[in-house]
């Protein structure tokens, strides 16, 4: 089944609880989080979430672009993260172990990302200890930027490998996502895309996160 987490980060923050509850149809909600260091940019953060956390019982996916996340991933848990993922370029290889064990520990679910310049294979030692890998495919920072096509091999390196070690490891893709490049992107392998103008910019939320769903002619609502 193809899951759709509608972002946050292109909905309107004066009526949030609102445009949630517009997107309820969907898998998850994903929730950016920069530090204007790891990324160019600042957003939101842990009294945001646990806001968002009250207001819906949706599966939150909370995206950590921060540096050393390993410092603050307790805290998003207990502000209400459901699945908590955060990039592999941003600390040592012994905090991210750290920070997967602790994630584990508070009985949320782990996930890692890459950014485009990234090699898919720095995930290896990682993937048996992973609920999710998440492949951007934009620069991480900024919403509403074009989708790179060049990251679809890495999506479908990606998925083999999940395959062949017969993992339960989700495969998220985020950025520059509309209906025709969530057909690319299913037909590389992912089964989680986040979308975020696609969706808060449509006119029909639910239909266009049924459209996406539908992506490749997998599961097409009826």
């Known amino acids: 089944m193809i899951k759709i987490a509608p972002s946050i980060l292109s909905a309107d923050f004066a009526r949030l609880g609102e445009d949630i509850r517009t997107v309820e149809t969907a898998d998850y909600l994903h929730f950016d989080v920069m530090d204007g260091l790891f990324v160019p940019n ?8 646990q ?3 009250k207001a819906t019982d949706m599966v ?17 848990v207990k502000a209400g993260a459901d699945i908590l993922v955060f990039h592999v370029e941003s600390q040592a290889p012994d905090k991210t172990q750290d920070a997967i064990r602790k994630v584990r ?4 679910r782990v ?12 995930l290896l030692p990682y993937l048996d200890s992973l609920d999710l890998v998440l492949v951007m495919t934009v620069e991480p920072g900024f919403g509403g930027q074009a989708f790179m096509q060049d990251q679809l091999p890495k999506i479908a390196a990606l998925r083999r490998e999940i395959d062949r070690r017969g993992i ?4 998220e893709v985020d950025g520059g996502i509309n209906v025709e490049t969530a057909r690319l992107c299913v037909e590389a392998g992912a089964n989680v895309l986040v979308a975020g103008s696609a969706v808060f910019g449509a006119p029909d939320r639910a239909d266009m996160i049924a459209r996406l769903r539908g992506a490749a002619g997998k599961d097409e609502p009826s």
């Open 60 to 76: 939150l996916d909370v995206h950590l672009m921060i540096t050393e996340p390993v410092r603050y991933v307790a805290e998003f």
């Open 51 to 53: 806001s968002v956390r």
């Open 105 to 108: 520990a508070m009985g949320a």
């Open 111 to 122: 996930g890692l990302s890459v950014r485009p310049k990234t090699q898919w294979e720095i």
């Open 168 to 171: 339960r490891c989700e495969l």
């Open 42 to 49: 600042i957003s939101i953060g842990i009294p945001v979430l």
